[in-house]
């Protein structure tokens, strides 16, 4: 096996357990009832900081 087939090899590995980790707290938050917001490129930044703000139950001011 050559060096650019284990590299690939161990990204594809830590992808996956990066994923499982993802999925077991996911299932951890939804279980607790606990606010999430889900990053997954459907939101822009100011998107996703308003949805943050909201799950800490804060208001946003007008100049953001």
Known sequence: ???DQRTETALRSL???DEMFTERVKAQVQQLKLPFVEVNGGLSED???IAVAAGFGLRMLNNH
Request: charge should be positive.
């Open 1 to 3: 096996m050559g060096k």
């Open 47 to 49: 998107g996703l900081v």
């Open 15 to 17: 992808l996956r357990r």
